[in-house]
Every structure is written in C-alpha cells, then in structure tokens.
C-alpha cells in the first residue's frame, strides 16, 4: 500500500489483496433452516433421507401390473377390477392379483405389485368412473411408467449443498426435503457504520446554512445487509475532535468486526479520519473513478477499518469494490464478484484517463434480444439522485479513452 499522502495511483487488485489479506472467517454456527436464508454454507449439507424417500406415482391414475395392460388400446380395452384405493400418505401396500389395479393419487407409495401407472386419462372413466371396474385404453409407454423410484434423485448420505454456497429458497427446500433440520453456517459478520461531516442531519430535519441530510448511513446499511452481515452500530461524527476513535470505540464493546468510515479519508483541511486514525490506517489513492481516496487497515484487536469517501457515489462504488468481497470473504463465500454481463452502450459518455470508471447504468430492455446499456448519471460522484435509478455499474477499463455508442461494456450487475 502507498504511504500515506503519496500521489502514487495503486491498482484496483492490489488494494483488494490488501483488504483481502487482512480478512479472517467468521466463527460457524448451527442454524435452524427456517432461520438459515440468505446466510451462507460452512459444512457440506448431506441428505438424511433418500429423495424420493419411497417409490411414488408420478400421476393421478391407476398402479397396474404392465404385463396386464401392455395391449390395451382404444379398439381392445383391458378391464381391471380396482381392488384398493391410495392416497397420498397412505401406508397400505395391497397386493394386486392378476387383472387388479389400485386407485392411486400423486405421490402416494406404489404397491410392491405394481410397475407402472395408467392416468386416469387413459381409461374410459377416468377419475368419475375410478372404483369397482375400470377399463384402460393405452397401456403405458413402457414397464415401470410413472413411477418415481426411490433415490433416484438423491441417495441417503450425498452431499448436496457445499460449503461456500449461499442459502436461497431452493436450497433451504432441497436440505427440508433430503429431511436436514438444521445448517452450519457463517455468523454474520458484525459493522458498525460511521458517517463523517458537520455538514449532516438527518434526514427530513431542517437545514441550516451548509447542511445536507445525511445518506450513506442508509445507503452502507442496506449494501452490508445485502452482503449477509448486519449492522450494530450505526453513527454521525463531526470533522472536528475525535470522533472517529470514539466510535471505534463503541463498535469494539458491541463486537464489530467491520468498522466502516465515510468521509475524511481525502486531501482537504478537515480530513477527521486520516487526521486521526493514520496510526490504524494507510490511505491510498487508487486507479479508479469514482473512489480514488480510500483507507484502509486494523485495529490491535483485529478489527477491520475501511475509510471510503463522502460523496454518495464513490462509497457505493467503494463498497462494491472492497468491502463487499470482503465481508464475503468472512462468510466464506466460494464467489466474492457480482455477476457481469457485456452490453452494447445506448450512446456515447466520458471516461477518466488513466483510471478505470464505475458509472451507473441502466438497462434498456424495451428489446428482449438486444439489451443496451444506459448512463444513470453524467457521472459525478455526488449525485445520489441518479445513484437511485441505476441497477448496475458499467466499467470501463482504465485504458479506455471512451465509450462510443454501440461499444461492448462490462456490466456488473447489483439488483
């Protein structure tokens, strides 16, 4: 990392190795499933029980003997004598004699007897003509027609959610179903939030000369719940005396992990970060827009301290950048990246020499085969206004002297 003042631009991958250098896992925890979305995967998950746990018809129907019914067609018939019927939840297994068949439902356990279901469709009846005799139609495809078997998705004992792996709807479902009552997974990593400015107040409280309300408090809360962490400190500090020690402080009694600091980490006279933290932090210039100002470095304790700058946008963009990989890396997450996809640009816009640019973007969908990209703002990094509309950040790579209109742009996407 460059020393602090340096005029020295540091790339974008070396000051998230840094970052990333300095990252260790949070403690795992046993986690009840209902408790578990959205938290990420410490232990394999493996399937207690077989899926499916039993053979189970597949369809609303009859289970049938196949070498019964392997003529049957709409000119010769087969008719069967319905000797059962078969619910879902059912624990009876009746045996079936040569020309029986049981009334079954989907899911309900296939007799022992049976290999194959015949749908209610392909009989005369179907369901309104489903007990006593029953006259069948079409055999089945072929033996064992469906029928779900046993395991044939997942056997006892396999490994089916790995570590590393983000806990959705899909994969709470699939541990419920292998019968898994619980998850080990990670903590959530703990952050406190620290706005500088004696320019802040709260939203919706009258303005005075030279105030602003106070917004990156909001915005950083939301981004690290997004992340799998939770916020327990959240503050405003003045660019005057020792704010930002004091709530390190504070963050420290209440177990942060993460100390997040917007504001005073750039080159002006009230700087009330780097003025009072250049013992714990390093602040660096890095090769990006927006963002270049950042700090970054660690308590005695280990408590991680990232200084990002003041203007909206760059602390969006900073915390996309290295706190969120970070905040992953505690988790343990297998991917620390959004999702990029390349898109044409709508039209033209500017770019930083020299440094590589995150502007906020939309994405036009009007056309489903040809999504073109969108500038949100003009590119300021004070304009939280267009910060709202954008739903991904184009980046254009350092080396890039422009974006014309139809040029192909990588797009990280973020909602």
Same mark, same amino acid.
């Given at each position: %990392?460059?020393?602090? #003042?340096?005029?020295?631009?540091?790339?974008?991958?070396?000051?998230?190795?840094?970052?990333?250098?300095?990252?260790?896992?949070?403690?795992?925890?046993r986690t009840p499933l209902a408790a578990a979305r959205g938290r990420t995967l410490r232990e394999p998950v493996r399937a207690a029980v077989d899926i499916p746990v039993f053979d189970n018809s597949a369809m609303d129907g009859f289970a049938v003997r196949y070498a019964d019914v392997a003529t049957a067609s709409d000119d010769?018939?087969?008719?069967? !004598?319905?000797?059962?019927?078969? *619910?879902?939840?059912?624990?009876?297994?009746?045996?079936?004699?040569?020309?029986?068949?049981?009334?079954? %439902?989907?899911? !309900?356990?296939? *007799?022992?007897?049976?290999?194959?279901?015949?749908?209610?469709?392909?009989?005369?009846? #179907?369901?309104?003509?489903?007990?006593?005799?029953?006259?069948?139609?079409r055999a089945p495809r072929t033996d064992g027609a469906h029928i779900r078997r046993r395991g044939d998705d997942v056997v006892a004992g396999e490994e089916i959610l790995v570590p590393g792996s983000v806990l959705g709807a899909l994969q709470l479902a699939a541990a419920a179903a292998a019968g898994v009552p619980d998850v080990v997974v990670s903590r959530m990593p703990r952050i406190a939030v620290v706005s500088t400015g004696s320019e802040l107040v709260a939203p919706g409280a009258p303005l005075g000369p030279g105030q602003i309300p106070e917004s990156?408090?909001?915005?950083?809360?939301?981004?690290?719940?997004?992340?799998?962490?939770?916020?327990?400190?959240?503050? !405003?500090?003045?660019d005057e005396?020792?704010?930002?020690?004091?709530?390190?402080?504070?963050?420290?009694?209440?177990?942060?992990?993460?100390?997040?600091?917007?504001?005073?980490?750039?080159?002006?006279? @009230?700087?009330?970060?780097?003025?009072?933290?250049?013992?714990? %932090?390093?602040?660096?210039?890095?090769? %990006?827009?927006? #963002?270049?100002?950042?700090?970054?470095?660690?308590?005695?304790?280990?408590?991680?301290l990232f200084g990002l700058p003041g203007n909206p946008v760059s602390a969006a963009v900073s915390f996309e950048v290295f706190v969120r990989p970070a905040l992953l890396r505690m988790q343990g997450r297998s991917d620390l990246g959004r999702p990029v996809i390349a898109l044409p640009a709508a039209a033209g816009w500017r770019t930083p020499p020299g440094r590589t640019q995150y502007l906020p973007v939309t994405i036009d969908r009007s056309d489903p085969r040809a999504w073109r990209v969108v500038a949100a703002t003009s590119g300021g990094s004070h304009l939280?206004?267009?910060?709202?509309?954008?739903?991904? @950040?184009?980046?254009?790579?350092?080396?890039?002297? !422009?974006?014309?209109?139809?040029d192909l742009v990588d797009v990280m996407l973020i909602s």
């Open positions: %990392m460059s020393p602090n #003042g340096s005029d020295e631009l540091v790339d974008i991958a070396a000051h998230l190795a840094t970052v990333l250098g300095a990252v260790s896992p949070v403690d795992p925890v010769r018939p087969v008719r069967l !004598s319905v000797v059962a019927d078969l *619910p879902a939840g059912t624990a009876l297994d009746p045996p079936l004699a040569p020309g029986e068949a049981a009334r079954i %439902m989907t899911g !309900s356990p296939v *007799p022992t007897a049976a290999t194959a279901i015949v749908p209610f469709e392909e009989t005369v009846g #179907g369901l309104a003509d489903s007990l006593g005799e029953i006259s069948v139609l990156n408090s909001e915005l950083l809360a939301a981004l690290v719940a997004d992340a799998g962490a939770e916020v327990v400190l959240r503050l !405003s500090v003045s005396g020792d704010g930002p020690r004091e709530a390190i402080g504070a963050a420290e009694a209440l177990g942060a992990d993460v100390v997040v600091f917007t504001g005073g980490v750039s080159a002006g006279a @009230y700087e009330v970060v780097k003025n009072t933290l250049g013992d714990s %932090m390093a602040f660096t210039k890095v090769r %990006m827009q927006p #963002g270049k100002p950042q700090g970054f470095g660690q308590t005695a304790s280990g408590t991680l939280a206004g267009g910060l709202g509309r954008a739903e991904a @950040y184009a980046i254009v790579p350092a080396e890039v002297s !422009s974006v014309d209109a139809g």
